[in-house]
């Protein structure tokens, strides 16, 4: 017997409340408290949403049980329920029953005041308008943050515009390996006459365009061909080198185009439709004969570029990479800053 009772005197059940008086509609919170040796069962009390305490007061949720070692091999059982009433009047809440191993605890008695609010009974039609929207005061608080990234998507700005410019003056160095096809030196001069052709067709073209066009093409395809520097000599000279290596009766009809184009440029000679067709047949028939039948060839061409231009490539590529990179960031911070912005005036 004396074994039982000092084990139900470890059972200990308390409860608190945490207001004594609230307004209709407000909520109060109950812990309900149990210290008890370990081991042992215990049954809290369970409440439905709304179920009543007592008649008045509705409990609107049971928290869930939080165990608590103590020492001496006991424990602690606590749980919130939190409650509201929506009468004006004074409540007696009863006490709260623990089943602890079969037999029945109960904790003291609490008391809740819910008051109302004053309602004016003698104007019950007078009705005041809502209030208006208030401006909230300036905070520096909130503003603070989006004024310093806004002042790094300025830095950022000016950084973008420095290394656009350093951008600019730097130099592109040309470093990429060209494939250059070199065509015969007929082929070349024949492409250069059929296109002298498709833009002279008409009777009113300009004589000297036409045969400074001509004799110059001629005069490429000598220097390609035989090695001399037909642009930079007179027609009495090409003729004079030619003279060595070509047979003469070519080179007659040769002199005559040369003749005809010097009139044309300097005396300002009309030479006739026929003329002007026999000169470029002339021309033609020797390249044709003059012609080495060398296939195109292709040549690599691979620059050799300096110490100081290799840094400066890599200086325009780390340029780039900088302005690619500070150019997404401030278009985000922008980007964020808006929105907040935003979001504050709304």
Not at 29 to 53: D, M
Not at 93 to 112: I, Q, W
Not at 134 to 142: A, C, H, K, L, V
Not at 213 to 226: G, H, K, S, V
Request: hydrophobic share 40%; charged share 25%; net charge negative.
């Amino acid at each position: 017997m004396f074994s039982g009772l000092c084990a139900s005197a470890q059972v200990k059940v308390e409860t608190q409340i945490d207001s004594l008086q609230i307004l209709i509609g407000e909520q109060a919170h109950i812990q309900l408290s149990v210290t008890l040796p370990e081991g042992k069962n215990a049954q809290l009390p369970e409440f439905e949403y709304t179920q009543q305490i007592t008649p008045g007061v509705e409990v609107l949720e049971a928290g869930s049980i939080d165990t608590t070692r103590l020492d001496n091999g006991m424990m602690q059982l606590s749980r919130v329920y939190t409650i509201t009433s929506f009468d004006d009047t004074l409540y007696y809440l009863p006490p709260m029953k623990v089943v602890v191993d079969g037999k029945e605890y109960t904790s003291r008695n609490l008391a809740l005041k819910v008051f109302t609010l004053d309602v004016d009974t003698l104007h019950p039609n007078q009705f005041f308008p809502p209030k208006t929207v208030q401006d909230n005061p300036f905070s520096w608080d909130e503003w603070k943050g989006l004024f310093w990234l806004s002042v790094l998507v300025v830095l950022l700005a000016a950084l973008i515009y420095y290394l656009y410019i350093r951008l600019r003056d730097n130099k592109p160095i040309i470093s990429k390996i060209r494939i250059v096809k070199h065509l015969p030196p007929h082929q070349k001069a024949m492409m250069e006459i059929k296109r002298i052709k498709d833009e002279h067709a008409e009777v009113s073209e300009d004589q000297k365009s036409y045969y400074t066009r001509l004799t110059d093409t001629l005069r490429t395809y000598l220097e390609e061909r035989f090695g001399f520097h037909a642009m930079e000599m007179t027609s009495g000279e090409i003729l004079e080198r030619l003279r060595q290596e070509e047979d003469q009766n070519k080179l007659a009809e040769l002199r005559d185009l040369l003749e005809t184009a010097d009139l044309v440029k300097f005396a300002k000679h009309s030479a006739m439709l026929n003329e002007r067709d026999r000169n470029m047949e002339s021309v033609v028939e020797f390249i044709q004969a003059t012609k080495q039948d060398d296939a195109p060839t292709i040549e690599r061409i691979q620059p050799n570029l300096s110490d100081s231009d290799r840094r400066s490539q890599r200086s325009r590529r780390i340029i780039i990479v900088l302005i690619s990179v500070a150019t997404i960031a401030a278009a985000l911070l922008a980007a964020y800053v808006c929105w907040q912005v935003a979001m504050l005036i709304a």
